[in-house]
């Protein structure tokens, strides 16, 4: 049988400042949804007589510079790829021992009459948005079934979030846990948060009132603009921790209706971080609306 | 996926080796016949009968001419793979746990139980390409680990031998002089006994499976640990996949409590593991013993285990198989 094999593609140009670890925010397919159009087709040349095929793309990077990216494939055709010569031969070889003499109805090979599928421990992609990174303190929000989960350290089944060995090392995460909880005892909204337990320790800020909570630090904040009313801190978190460590996410609501207001905060850790998540959210599409995502104002005061 | 179900033992299987072009598939079992079968449709090819005891481990020759068993009849034997030809005994005096050929096919190490007084000892003997110039003789004897050694492996570029045991002491040994070169860190180490072991494909790493309900995995070098595995059962059997990074325990509860309890509170899966996040992919049931015996196809699209009921059962991956994401 043929087969066709592909030999190793040679990135001739690549952006060498990409982390190891690829954050949503950073992947291609996002990249190409708002900002394809300005881009050069991709080009397929070849293959040519010797197999060689070659693909040019371009990208912009996360600086928003163009990048090319030239992959070199080679397409060989491969006789007998699966069986080897040998593995042919043997084929053929005859039968030893028990099995010159094995009777006809012996059976002794059947294939199950049951089909056996590998049974995931959850549903398929339920998992597949929990982030990668351990010790994302996103991981409070969504592993919220499972038990024992150290909020700290991102451990499983080892100890609680409490008990946790690497407490003291851990960035300070109070910054967004109190916040949820505020914002679950003023309303009575749902979102993806009612369902994460708040130990009662971290619900520091439940006391703290809506102005104090406004004096916070303005240090690298961001408004974002245009939220749907669905929108909840958790989600904004989701939307921005990909672009570096976030100290605060707010989302105003009302406190009449319990809706949100279409608008929020993010506090970003580090300014680049920031200034990175304007550039790439500022006018992306979230929740069938289009978000406007600026530095925040400083405050009067 | 439908696996396909190889009753050729009649007593519970030990260990499972595929050959290097994955075509062939070779068994052993607590009866006395190691069992070579076919590995796309699992035809029995032929059986190697000789063996008066349990038949532990086996390896093949990278050029799948040569099979080397060892059994409880206190000998190992090598055969001829196409003819199912006894060509050499080693007779020992205690009972043969654990074969591996070295790289090259030139070498290999044969580990010995402790049995009446004697201790537990780890052979390497010559293997001579010409049957006839072949000795028993032990080019170097390894003593010193107390219980039985119940898997030894050679290291990178054969200048090392990977011991690991009932002593749940994982030791690196100058395959040369047969000096102490490294043993596990006992903190991070494992608790019990460990039941088997399988090297990577490139041999940089390996697998170890304890009866502490964990495997872990280890630089094969440094001998540093580099991920540990836990499950909620007694691990008898580990594999890696050369294709994915995905490892599979297997096992099960005590063989003497199976009959005492129900098939589902068992665990008798094949559990899947990535290999990096540690996280549990799925798992594969089917046996309705302990697993004692996995095997990875070398192009990893299919994977064998064999049971304490007796039976292989081969699977051949299906397509989606290869794109689950965690």
């Known amino acids: 049988m043929a087969l066709s094999e592909t030999a ?4 001739v140009a690549h952006n060498p400042s990409q982390p190891v670890k690829l954050r949503w925010g950073e992947l291609d397919e996002d990249d190409g949804e708002d900002l394809d159009f300005l881009l050069p087709p991709r080009q397929i040349l070849g293959p040519d007589e010797n ?8 990208k912009f990077n996360e600086d928003g510079n163009k990048v ?4 070199t494939t080679r397409t060989r055709k491969l006789a007998n790829a699966r069986l080897s010569k040998r593995a042919v031969e043997r084929r053929s070889w005859a039968k030893f021992g028990d099995a010159v003499h094995e009777d006809v109805g012996s059976r002794l090979t059947m294939v199950s009459t049951e089909e056996i599928l590998l049974e995931r421990p959850r549903a398929p992609g339920s998992k597949a948005e929990e982030p ?6 996103l991981a409070q929000f969504q592993k919220g079934a499972v038990l024992m989960v150290c909020r700290t350290c991102g451990k499983k089944g080892d100890h609680w979030t409490s008990r946790c060995p690497y407490k003291d090392l851990a960035p300070p995460i109070e910054g967004f846990v109190d916040k949820p909880a505020a914002s679950e005892a003023a309303t009575a909204a749902s979102g993806p948060a009612k369902g994460a337990y708040v130990p009662p320790g971290m619900r520091a800020g439940a006391e703290r009132t809506g102005s104090d909570m406004r004096r916070r630090n303005d240090e690298n904040s961001v408004r974002v603009t245009n939220l749907s009313e669905d929108t909840r801190e958790p989600d904004l978190l989701e939307l921005f921790r990909p672009f570096g460590a976030v100290s ?6 009302d406190q009449k209706t319990g809706m949100s207001r279409g608008f929020g905060f993010v506090n970003f850790v580090n300014r680049e971080d920031a200034q990175r998540a304007i550039n790439k959210l500022n006018g992306y599409g979230y929740d069938s609306l289009i978000l406007r995502v600026e530095w925040a104002t400083p405050r009067a005061n | 996926m439908r696996p396909i179900l190889m009753k050729g033992h009649e007593r519970p299987l030990t260990f499972l080796k595929y050959n290097r072009d994955g075509d062939l598939l070779f068994s052993c079992a607590k009866d006395h016949n190691p069992t070579v079968w076919f590995a796309d449709n699992g035809e029995r090819l032929g059986t190697y009968r000789g ?3 349990a038949v532990w481990c086996c390896d093949v020759s990278r050029d799948s001419m040569r099979l080397i068993t060892g059994s409880a009849d206190q000998t190992a034997k090598l055969w001829n793979v196409q003819t199912g030809q006894q060509l050499f005994t080693f007779n020992f005096d205690s009972p043969a746990r654990s074969v591996d050929f070295a790289v090259g096919d030139k070498l290999a190490v044969i580990t010995t139980d402790p049995f009446m007084e004697l201790s537990s000892a780890i052979h390497v003997k010559l ?8 000795t028993g003789d032990s080019i170097l004897v390894i003593k010193g680990p107390q219980g039985r050694i119940n898997r030894a492996i050679w290291g990178p570029l054969n200048k090392t031998i990977i011991s690991a045991g009932e002593d749940a002491v994982i030791r690196i040994w100058d395959s040369e002089t047969g000096k102490l070169l490294k043993e596990a860190d006992k903190e991070s180490g494992h608790k019990k006994t460990i039941t088997s072991l399988a090297k990577s494909a490139d041999g940089s790493h390996f697998l170890t499976g304890s009866l502490d309900k964990s495997a872990k995995l280890w630089d094969a070098r440094s001998l540093s640990l580099i991920k540990t595995y836990v499950t909620e059962r007694p691990v008898n059997a580990v594999a890696m996949s050369p294709l994915l990074d995905h490892v599979v325990l297997g096992g099960g509860q005590d063989a003497s409590a199976v009959t005492t309890t129900d098939h589902r509170a068992g665990k008798f899966e094949a559990k899947f593991f990535d290999k990096i996040l540690q996280e549990e992919i799925g798992g594969v049931k089917g046996h309705f ?11 990893g699209k299919s994977f064998s285990s064999g049971g304490e009921d007796g039976y292989v059962r081969l699977h051949h991956f299906d397509p989606d198989y290869f794109n689950i994401k965690i």
Do not use: C, M, W
């Open chain 1, 132 to 137: 990668k990174v351990a010790g994302d303190p």
């Open chain 1, 248 to 253: 605060r996410v707010y989302v105003a609501i």
């Open chain 2, 127 to 134: 293997i001579a390409r010409d049957t006839s110039d072949q």
């Open chain 1, 51 to 58: 197999g060689i095929k070659k693909v040019i793309e371009y």
């Open chain 1, 8 to 11: 190793g593609p040679v990135p």
């Open chain 2, 289 to 299: 013993g302990p697993i004692n015996a996995l095997a990875f196809n070398p192009d």
């Open chain 2, 51 to 53: 063996h008066n005891g």
């Open chain 1, 68 to 71: 090319k990216i030239t992959t």
